[in-house]
């Protein structure tokens, strides 16, 4: 029961651990009408435009003017899909300690790692991470911007960035 118990918790650690990995300022950026433009890590805020770093792109420049609304952070949803896994490969390996032990002289023991292995993979696993992932999202923080292509507004977010780059070790 013991390890059951210090096996879960290692887990939960592991997941949640996962899931706030995130280094740098991750934002999405939606035009004037609410429709997403791009997302991506802020490389520079300028007084007129927003330096994006995107992954597979390289950087992208969007000019004040066409901004909407800013996010920061990511949504709540990718804390629980990889919350849930990073259960299912914990979930297996948990599955696979507490199953029963192999023996050479009994064929069939082995049937218990698998069922395990399977039970906790597919069962336990994914809800438990996707739980985790729950509860980080609830500590996430995120911010919205409202910018509506107004310099005075485009200000607000401009004092964020500078209070962050500042804060960050």
């Not at 490969?89 to 599955?95: E, K, N, P, W, Y």
């Amino acid at each position: 029961m013991f390890m059951r118990l210090l096996c879960t918790l290692l887990f939960l650690g592991f997941v949640m651990s996962t899931v706030n990995a995130q280094k740098k300022l991750f934002v999405r950026v939606y035009d004037l009408n609410g429709k997403k433009i791009t997302q991506g890590h802020v490389a520079t805020v300028g007084d007129s435009a927003l330096q994006l770093n995107i992954k597979k792109k390289g950087s992208v420049d969007l000019m004040v003017g066409n901004i909407g609304k800013i996010k920061t952070k990511r949504s709540a949803g990718r804390n629980i899909w990889i919350g849930a896994l990073a259960g299912i490969g914990a979930g297996a390996v948990i599955g696979g300690v507490s199953g029963n032990g192999s023996s050479e002289d009994d064929p069939t023991s082995g049937l218990g790692t698998a069922a395990g292995i399977l039970v906790g993979a597919l069962f336990i696993g994914p809800p438990l991470g996707a739980a985790a992932g729950g509860i980080t999202a609830l500590f996430n923080n995120p911010k919205t911007f409202i910018v509506n292509g107004s310099v005075q507004e485009w200000k607000a977010f401009q004092l964020y960035m500078s209070e962050k780059l500042t804060a960050t070790p």
